[in-house]
């Protein structure tokens, strides 16, 4: 909360002047009743239809003036928790896209879309009810009490005397709720979780006819979350009933002691009337508290799984440039790199090469192996447990995120395409003018672009799934190349490519992007084998290196895997 805190505060002038016209509007609910009293007991009986007129439109003037001052307070209150939610949703969603990937895989994708949608709206709902009845409320109950002690001081020790028992119901509910509302998030996460996962797959699901079989599964997962959900409620629904039952046993004692006290001639009907409005008042004033306790301890539990996120150290600090920089003949350069993910097991284990400007790496290996661990090192989402990985001598730690991705062009194993144009694909943002992007279409061998009828500007669908597979890599290895990259990166890109648009895509990478540091990872030997330095990965180390022909003879798991594409190819 006190995260939070910081965020509501630079609102502190105007929730301080919404408090006051709050506070001026419930004052206004609360001298009705009384003026009432007043008319029935010393008004009514002088038989003054002046005064009756007068005090009435008093009345009138101050339940207008409550109206006035609840609606220009109330919309002061929903602009505030408007505007904090707004700033707290931007920069959680920052606060996501810098965490390091390491914590994105702590916290889990589910659970960071979740904190960032429904916990913020529970956020948006606690700050914006607190506004509006968080103030009206309190002033009402407390009010009321303090104004009934002028009427009628024995019927208010009925009240007051109820007060620490409901008090205490409230505090035991409130503490429980936070936690079981904390648990309803955490359900919420993987339910979350599933559907993405569902939507991701779902041509997979229906293409092997388990369509009835995750529905069963989600059915389990949305049974778990309503079942906590349940839980949570059917304590929160508690203080309703109980408070009804309590206030309503006050309000019974109110009435017969009221009635007794007429009656008796000790009190006048005009009080007892107000004292019963003012019991109204309160006992929904209380009521209200009771839904406030509901919203905070949902909007508390929220504004934590919040906050988790939002103080999540820094990890991937930029060290000193001048201190883990030397003079170096390579360009790219990884030395004695080992990495776990799970600081168990060594996803990589002394990993060593050297490229200079210009040159290209091939890797291969079985799955597994880590071969797109070493990108992820390369581009920084993950810091090495040992070991150095520099470019142009500097240590990639001491270069500033901002200038160290500007050096890549990317294609990820599992990469993605908008739903937006060809072009905005290609460009992603970067302002890049038509030479340049027809220029990486040619060189990625997308000339299929250019056969639609719109061509650049044709639309593509959700993940591009109006493409091809084939058709779908070159736009991305077109991305890639768009904006002329310092190294170009590319992790099982050309997977979906015959064999010829294959060869025609890294004759055009030889010739245009000459000047390009390249590292390629690729299942297929014949989208390696011209590159200056190759590798050999197997359970996250390094087994062979040298070209291709000094592979073959040196490596036998290379020498394997070669033998069997090429009788594949030949029988093929």
Not at 330 to 356: C, M, P, Q, T, W
Not at 478 to 494: G, K, N
């Amino acid at each position: 909360m006190k995260t939070l805190m910081s965020y509501i505060k630079p609102y502190s002038f105007t929730i301080g002047i919404e408090f006051v016209i709050k506070f001026l509007g419930t004052i206004m609910d609360l001298f009705l009743p009384w003026l009432l009293s007043y008319m029935i007991d010393d008004v009514v009986p002088q038989n003054n239809l002046g005064a009756v007129y007068f005090y009435g439109s008093l009345m009138v003037l101050c339940a207008i003036a409550a109206l006035v001052f609840n609606i220009v307070a109330n919309r002061m209150a929903i602009k505030t928790a408007r505007n904090v939610t707004e700033r707290l949703r931007y920069d959680l969603f920052a606060k996501i896209s810098f965490l390091s990937s390491r914590q994105t895989d702590t916290f889990t994708t589910p659970s960071l879309i979740s904190r960032l949608t429904s916990d913020t709206y529970n956020v948006h709902q606690m700050v914006d009810r607190m506004q509006r009845l968080g103030v009206r409320a309190p002033i009402l109950l407390i009010g009321g009490i303090i104004v009934t002690l002028t009427l009628e001081p024995v019927l208010t020790l009925i009240l007051i005397g109820i007060l620490p028992l409901l008090a205490a119901i409230v505090l035991f509910v409130s503490r429980k709720g936070v936690k079981l509302y904390s648990k309803t998030q955490a359900a919420v996460d993987g339910m979350v979780r599933k559907v993405q996962e569902n939507m991701t797959g779902m041509r997979v699901i229906k293409a092997l006819s388990k369509t009835e079989y995750e529905k069963q599964r989600f059915d389990e997962i949305n049974t778990e979350v309503i079942e906590r959900d349940q839980k949570a409620g059917m304590l929160m629904a508690l203080t309703n009933p109980v408070m009804n039952l309590m206030l309503n046993i006050a309000l019974t004692l109110v009435v017969v002691v009221g009635a007794y006290r007429v009656n008796a001639g000790i009190s006048l009907p005009g009080k007892i009337v107000a004292f019963l409005s003012y019991v109204t008042i309160i006992l929904n004033a209380l009521l209200t508290v009771t839904r406030l306790f509901v919203l905070y301890s949902k909007g508390g539990a929220s504004a934590r799984r919040i906050e988790e996120i939002l103080t999540a150290p820094d990890e991937m600090q930029i060290l000193d440039t001048e201190e883990y920089s030397e003079q170096s003949p390579y360009h790219v350069e990884f030395r004695n790199v080992s990495f776990s993910y799970n600081k168990v097991r060594d996803n990589l284990s002394g990993i060593s090469f050297a490229l200079k400007r210009g040159e290209t790496l091939g890797i291969i290996g079985a799955t597994g192996s880590g071969k797109s661990t070493i990108l992820n090192l390369l581009l920084r989402f993950y810091d090495p447990d040992m070991g150095r990985i520099l470019i142009d001598g500097t240590d990639i730690r001491a270069i500033p995120f901002e200038t160290l991705r500007t050096k890549f062009g990317v294609v990820f194993q599992n990469d993605f395409l908008f739903a937006d144009t060809v072009r905005e694909n290609i460009d992603f943002g970067r302002g890049l003018n038509d030479a340049q992007i027809a220029s990486a279409a040619d060189a990625a061998q997308a000339g299929f672009i250019q056969t639609k009828e719109d061509g650049f500007l044709h639309q593509l669908a959700i993940k591009g799934s109006n493409l091809s597979g084939g058709q779908q890599q070159r736009v991305l290895i077109a991305r890639a190349l768009a904006a002329d990259p310092e190294i170009l990166l590319l992790d099982d890109a050309s997977s979906a490519l015959d064999y010829m648009t294959d060869a025609a895509m890294r004759k055009a990478l030889h010739h245009d992007y000459s000047h390009t540091t390249s590292i390629i990872i690729a299942q297929r030997i014949s989208s390696i084998m011209n590159a200056d330095h190759i590798v050999m990965i197997e359970d996250g180390a390094i087994i062979g290196s040298g070209s291709h022909d000094e592979l073959l003879q040196s490596c036998e798991s290379y020498r394997e895997i070669f033998e069997t594409q090429m009788e594949e190819v030949c029988c093929g």
